[in-house]
T-cell receptor, first 112, second 115 residues
């Protein structure tokens, strides 16, 4: 049973436009959410996070939105740049088990 | 070290053989995690070490998998009698604490191929 779901395996956007990556979760015990970015042959790197007590967190071009009632979060990248092309993983942490649960990832391609 | 180091970076092994994968976390990081990513799949949690506490082994897929962490630092993931479905990239991560409030630092992974 996938507790963190990224239903779009891939996304393609034009440079300069907004990229929106979505993530849904089922476990109401999750209290912290993170996005990771992964380039080929490298480990994932931390991008941005949000606590369940917030509904938005912004860091430069990256903003994460959390809708707890819908159990949904999204990552907005604006403006998108070719260097943003990577696989993005959504991850969640619950209060009891201190290891992240990851989604299956979304491959973002930003076209120049 | 400056980052999480994993070795080997690539391993090809014959079905039925045992393999050992090594992870050297960032110095001072008390929490260490193993994940694996099979082809086309997300990151699957395997095991978690936090300080001197008993590890959380709830993600290990079978009793052929085991891991240890010696001296609170280096960790070894052992897969006995490897099967083709064990082929994946095995990723290790460490963090300053097990509180989860901070992101993990991942290594580059070990790509295991069982032939």
């Amino acid at each position: 049973d996938q507790q963190v779901k990224q239903n779009s395996p891939s996304l393609s956007v034009q440079e300069g436009r907004i990229s929106i990556l979505n993530c849904d979760y089922t476990n109401s015990m999750f209290d912290y959410f993170l996005w990771y970015k992964k380039y080929p042959a490298e480990g994932p790197t931390f991008l941005i996070s949000i606590s369940s007590i917030k509904d938005k967190n912004e860091d430069g071009r990256f903003t994460v939105f959390l809708n707890k009632s819908a159990k949904h979060l999204s990552l907005h990248i604006v403006p998108s740049q070719p260097g943003d092309s990577a696989v993005y993983f959504c991850a969640a942490l619950d209060t009891g088990r201190r290891a992240l649960t990851f989604g299956s990832g979304t491959r973002l391609q930003v076209q120049p | 070290g400056a980052g999480v180091s994993q070795s080997p970076s690539n391993k090809v092994t014959e079905k039925g053989k045992d393999v050992e994968l090594r992870c050297d976390p960032i110095s001072g990081h008390t929490a260490l995690y193993w994940y694996r990513q099979s082809l086309g799949q997300g990151l699957e949690f395997l095991i978690y070490f936090q300080g001197n506490s008993a590890p959380d082994k709830s993600g290990l897929p079978s009793d052929r998998f085991s891991a240890e962490r010696t001296g609170g630092s280096v960790s070894t993931l052992t897969i006995q009698r490897t099967q083709q479905e064990d082929s994946a990239v095995y990723l290790c991560a460490s963090s300053l604490s097990g509180s989860g409030g901070y992101g993990y630092t991942f290594g580059s992974g070990t790509r295991l191929t069982v032939v």
